[in-house]
């Protein structure tokens, strides 16, 4: 079965750690995004990525890394720097950029204490 | 002001009835997408649209270019159907923005 699939479903991590939440497909889609769900607000983009060793800051970028090394992953890295990372972070796909519905992995909710 | 707006936030129905959640956006598109998240946090694309109307089983999506706005309506609600409906758009920078959701509860 093709798809996205994010682990953990649930993270906790003490304040001032860095935390990776990894995000894997096999839809051989080029495109692949992380956004950030907060309560009664939109998602955020915060890092996409077009092609393999390329990527661009989202709209919220600051405290936040990526890296996109294969083309089946993209693994986003919550860094200390980021001053309130409690949240519910969604990773998705796309065939490419622009093109076409966006799929999304189940998402992992982290939870910084 | 947010480029997404929907409305209502929350919308609560009994089995049975017909629901209607609008969209309203202020920026120019390419497309927009009508999609669902289940309480666990799921996220599944219902619809994506360019123009007129599209019809998926008991789910009918509309949009009015000119007037910016889009409708995704539920015939005989049911229960199972109770989720948050989300709006987003793929705007001319090809970045998709997205509205902060409705909350659909349906009682039986």
């Known amino acids: 079965d093709g798809g996205i699939t994010q682990s953990p479903k649930y993270l906790f991590r003490k304040e001032g750690q860095n935390v990776t939440l990894s995000c894997e497909q096999n839809?051989?889609?080029?495109?692949m995004y992380w956004y950030r769900q907060d309560p009664g607000q939109g998602l955020r983009l915060i890092y996409y990525?077009?092609?393999?060793?390329?990527?661009q800051k989202g709209d919220i970028a600051e405290g936040y890394s990526v890296s996109r090394e294969k083309k089946e992953s993209f693994p986003l890295t919550v860094t200390s720097a980021q001053k309130n990372p409690t949240a519910f972070y969604l990773c998705?796909?796309?065939?490419?950029?622009?093109?076409?519905?966006?799929?999304f992995g189940p998402g992992t909710r982290l939870t910084v204490l | 002001k947010n480029e997404v707006e929907q409305s209502p936030q929350n919308l609560t129905a009994q089995e049975g009835e017909f629901i209607t959640i609008n969209c309203s956006y202020s920026?120019?598109?390419?497309?927009l997408h009508w999609l669902q998240q289940h309480p666990g946090g799921g996220i599944v694309s219902l619809f994506m649209?360019?123009?007129g109307k599209k019809k998926h089983g008991r789910l009918i999506a509309t949009i009015n270019i000119q007037e910016k706005h889009s409708s995704l309506h539920i015939t005989a609600s049911h229960p199972r159907d109770s989720a948050v409906y989300i709006c987003?758009?793929?705007?001319?920078?090809?970045?998709?923005?997205f509205g902060a959701g409705t909350r659909l509860t349906v009682k039986p």
């Open positions: 998705a796909s796309s065939i490419d950029r622009g093109i076409g519905e966006q799929f």
């Open positions: 839809l051989n889609h080029d495109a």
């Open positions: 649209l360019s123009s």
């Open positions: 990525s077009q092609i393999v060793n390329d990527f």
């Open positions: 920026v120019g598109i390419s497309a």
């Open positions: 987003a758009v793929c705007n001319n920078n090809n970045d998709m923005r």
